[in-house]
């Protein structure tokens, strides 16, 4: 029933930004952790960034590749994450990926990995 929905995505000139957006959405009672991964044809899936929640805050972490150019950041009462991606080089192709680790009750312990459906981002001049 979790569902994760990015939008956002598109072509882009090198030097200009996006905002990529992805909504959670069912039965879900908490988010621990977000993050965005990529991938271009032919390469791995790679991590781009993560939020972790924490008692009272957030943390994040960036790959290199993407430090002080992107920013991740989350909303929680619309459950929703976003990554906002200046300076984007052609580099950054990739088709962009939603991922969320989650409890779906409360005092349970288990916890369940989903993945959206992606969205492509194409810097390009």
């Known amino acids: 029933q979790v569902q994760l929905v990015e939008s956002g995505g598109g072509l882009v000139q090198p030097g200009g930004s996006l905002r990529l957006s992805c909504a959670a959405s069912?039965?879900?009672?908490?988010?621990?952790?977000m993050g965005w991964y990529r991938q271009a044809p032919g390469k791995e899936r790679e991590l781009v960034a993560t939020i972790i929640s924490g008692f009272s805050s957030f943390s994040t972490n960036y790959a290199d590749s993407v430090k002080g150019r992107f920013t991740i950041s989350r909303d929680n009462a619309k459950n929703t994450m976003y990554l906002q991606m200046n300076s984007l080089k052609p580099e950054d192709t990739a088709v962009y990926y939603c991922?969320?680790?989650?409890?779906?009750?409360?005092?349970?312990?288990?916890?369940?990995?989903?993945w959206g459906q992606g969205t492509q981002v194409t810097v390009s001049s």
């Open positions: 991922y969320a680790n989650v409890i779906l009750r409360p005092m349970e312990a288990r916890r369940y990995d989903y």
């Open positions: 069912g039965s879900i009672f908490s988010i621990n952790t």
